[in-house]
């Protein structure tokens, strides 16, 4: 079965506008990590943000929210001002039994 | 401090021919773990190794293993590579085994012949 789902399958954003990519999963571990990372074409894998099952507070790293909604058990990332840097595609990952379970991906690109 | 590095970035082999990929992890951290990522099957998890140990292994065929040594790098090997084999093999470490965030590195592209 499918631990994490992202519907988004590609997006559009304009630069300087903020955008949000869904994830959902699926667990009934108490505890578990949840990240996001970026991979440009180059492919290398960009750690960006993490929110733990039990941090209260939402995640927060620079231009990069989480939207961390336990009950729904969703963790939609979040991208302030968008720049054109931005353009790659975007993994959400859960870390359960000492391994990382990913999404399928979103492509974000950004127009100048 | 460096990132994770992974040697060579780039592989074409055939068919029936055996591959060995290196990772040398962040300095400190001792556990590393492999993933491969296709068009079709998304990211994968292959293994995941932790004081020279293997602690976790993924759903693959005997064929993928790998090992570690005392200095935290780690390698995996390919046997009897298969078409299916192509992809990207990614790296990653983190310090510790649990709650520690996964580095990766710039990955391994194989293409099998």
């Known amino acids: 079965a499918q631990k994490i789902t992202q519907t988004q399958p590609g997006m559009f954003v304009q630069e300087k506008e903020a955008v949000t990519l869904d994830c959902t999963y699926d667990?009934?571990?108490?505890?578990?990590?949840l990240f996001w990372y970026k991979q440009p074409s180059s492919g290398e894998m960009i750690f960006l943000i993490y929110q733990g099952s039990y941090d209260e507070q939402n995640a927060t790293e620079g231009r990069y929210s989480l939207n961390f909604q336990k009950a729904r058990k969703s963790a939609n990332l979040v991208i302030s001002a968008s720049q054109l840097g931005d353009s790659a595609m975007y993994f959400c990952a859960m870390r359960e039994d000492y391994k990382l379970s990913f999404g399928a991906g979103t492509t974000v690109t950004v127009r100048a | 401090k460096a990132g994770v590095t992974q040697t060579p970035r780039y592989l074409i082999k055939t068919r029936g021919q055996q591959v060995t990929l290196s990772c040398s992890p962040i300095?400190?951290?001792?556990?590393v773990s492999w993933y491969q990522q296709t068009p079709g099957q998304g990211l994968q998890f292959l293994f995941e190794y932790f004081s020279e140990t293997q602690r976790n292994k993924g759903n693959f065929p005997g064929r993928f293993s790998g090992r570690q040594f005392s200095n935290s790098r780690s390698e995996m090997n390919v046997s009897t590579l298969e078409l299916g084999d192509s992809a990207l093999y990614l790296c990653a470490s983190s310090l510790n085994r649990d709650t520690d965030t996964q580095y990766f590195g710039p990955g391994t592209r194989l293409t099998v012949l």
């Open positions: 667990t009934s571990d108490q505890s578990y990590g």
């Open positions: 300095s400190g951290h001792r556990s």
